[in-house]
């Protein structure tokens, strides 16, 4: 057994050197090789970018998870993320009374320790409105920082004292920017910010305050991932975690966005491979019937030549491997010079996931491949050396099946998801069934307008080759279509889908909410706003209330398993009620409220934690009022509209009696500034929750992901060129003998040559038509079903389709197909007879 493997290894590596010297391997060669790099490249270069995203936008929480309790931090807590090399802060807040002079006002106070943030930056400035500056550090002790609403309410400059509690500390900076402030409502009074060292003086904290204590903690994921599986078997009663996809959900979908277009490219970039790969290996199998068919007639066995083949290509998928990988890796460090720059951020080191992917997509792209041909190869009869219409390669469904199943493992391993992956290679699957059909009927429909064209030769010749080679002639169609599909598929992604999701966060988004409006000022403060140019003011009315019971069973957080159902349970819920239905919000089910029913609309995924059905009847207390309603509808609520919008709507009868306040927001403009400090100081019980920052923030994570796209997109066309040339490359052989026939049949070179442009351009205009069909099918259902936002469709692809395919087919015909015309009819004949 040991002599036979050692044969084996010795016959593939002769071939692989023979098949080398001869350029039957270069065309694999090459595809398999740019393929490798170009997924290595766009691997580390995502990786990398998706990292650094990550990583950047922890600035939100103020480190990389955050810990929250209703009591201290444990200290053992704290030395458990010490011991597992992570830096710590910690942060107390809690609403207080601050004053100054002869005015008093509610704040949002909070005490943070010198290390405080760990990630990002707070920027302050000098004055309200004033230019702001970065700032890595907590107040130094004996000062406090204050959002410019505090001065505006209680009259003071910077450089006053501002007395909290028992203490004086003087107001040295203006809160420009909070970087884990978040949008709880929570937060909405005026932030106060103070060294943690001041807080004992302050006399504030005492038995029964309210204080939420936070601990942050940073460091390498690893790190991070292990303290954080610690937590979560330690966590005690009135403790819970943050993270990015807890804490800022509007933030993370962004980042969710991000990753799925970054995979989307990659996702591309190996059907590219993996159709390049395709073609080269047919020309393979079609090129080696005839040396196979020799082999078998001097007495080699099936089993000695699948051996054979199969070390060959074993060999050179790790050849190509490693040099694919090395290859990537340069061209991914050319780019990261770009990045840099665009990004304006450091990237971080690269991991050893993209290496392995890549090596991966070598193994699977070429044995998954070139498996259908390599097991046909070895079946092909020894008569074909005498009657070469004899033991022709066959089809090999099941070996096509295992490529097929190999090739979507592998993209769903790069993705990590799988619903990305499935919409991709399903419509790419499905594009290529329809390729097929369609093929067939256009190749005989262009058979028929075959007799009309007796007075152009070359038109004739070019019709009736197409007709006459009808397999041949649908395999090109399929690859070419398939190829520019996938170009023009970047095309949209880098146009219209991305344009896509830009609108999904308007430059006029609402930016700012007045809160705690009281019914008297409702009118005032609308009038305020539309004189200084706000179109359209909705005021929506707010209600607190807590949820007593779900169809007469008390509601008890002990209940429920999941983390978040418990705080709901637990949790008292903004209430608001209306005539009609805000137009960020869809009816999944049900109907929208009666105004003179006593009915309640839920957000899906409130009444889904909580298990809330349609028709159940809910009793809410509302100011120690018990309510019962019962659900009529369930809403879908767009959060990323910045507008306000509430988990629970009732019919107006249900909260007629209810004390109420309204909420509004509003798109600010910078140059309003003065106006709102003009407001506060005409309603100063109004409150001014700035959500700028966090918009900002948002958008340059938009910016940052959307540059990097559109510079992995250039790469990843490149790479494309390779399908669209051996598209044409693989029916070279097919061609020339065609060609020869004709030729010794009387057919001027002119005749042939025009022939063939005709032929390339019908090939590539009826491959840019079904490829422009296909591409805006497949972006039609990424926009709804994965990305989850409209795409308005253009009629830009189907032009560039027709004008790709045709310029493409030509170009590259007269680079892959060049010596085809030239070479003498008696060689050709000699050599494909």
Known sequence: MHSGLVSYMRLGVKALRRDWRSGELRLLLLALLIAVAAVTSVGFLADRVGRALERDSAQMLGGDLALRADEPIPADF??????????TAQTLQFPSMASGGDRAQLVSLKAVSPTYPLRGALRLAEMPGGPAVDVAQAPEPGTVWVDPQVLGLLGMTVGDDLQVGDSALKIVRVIAYEPDRGMQFVNVAPRVMMNLEDLPETGLVAPGSRISYHLLVAGDIESVADYQRWLEQNMQRGQRLSTLETNRPEVQR???????????????TVMIAAVAIALAARRFGLRHQDGIAVLRCLGASK??????????????????????????YAVHLGLVSVVDAWLQTALPPISLRPALQGIATGFLLLLGFALPPLAALRKVAPARVLRRETGSVARHWPAYLLGGAAFFLLIVWMSGDIWLSTVVAGGFALALLVFIGLAYALVGVLGLFRQRSMGHPALRFALAGMARRKNLTVAQLCSLSMGLTILLLLAITRTDLLQGWQRTLPADAPNTFLINIQPDQREAVAQRLRSAGVETVVM???????????????????????????????????????????????????????TDSLEVSLETGLAETLGIKLNDSLTFDVAGRPIKVRVSSLREVDWDSFQANFFAMMSPAALADAPTTFITSLYVAPTMQPFVQNLIKEFPNLTVFDVGSILGQIQHVLDQVIQAVQLLFLFTVAAGGLVLGAALFSTRDERMHEVAVLRALGASGRQLADALRLELLVLGGLAGLLAAFAAVAIAWLLARQVFEFSLDLSLWPWLAGVLAGALTALVGGKFALAGVLKTPPLVSLRELA
């Open 78 to 87: 704290i030395t458990q993320a010490s011991d597992h090399a992570l830096s």
């Open 254 to 268: 962004a980042l969710a966005r991000a990753h799925q277009f970054l995979m989307l490219v990659a996702l591309l």
């Open 303 to 328: 089993v000695q030549l699948g051996w054979m083949l199969w070390v060959e290509f074993l060999l050179l998928a790790v050849g190509a491997s490693l040099l694919g990988c090395a290859a990537g």
């Open 540 to 594: 929506s009315p707010m209600v607190r209330g807590r949820l007593l019971a779900i169809n007469q069973q008390a509601v008890d957080s002990s209940n429920y398993d999941n983390p978040r159902a418990k705080r709901m349970a637990d949790r008292e819920f903004n209430l608001s009620y209306a005539e009609t239905m805000p137009s960020s919000n869809v009816i999944i089910a049900g109907r929208w409220l009666h």
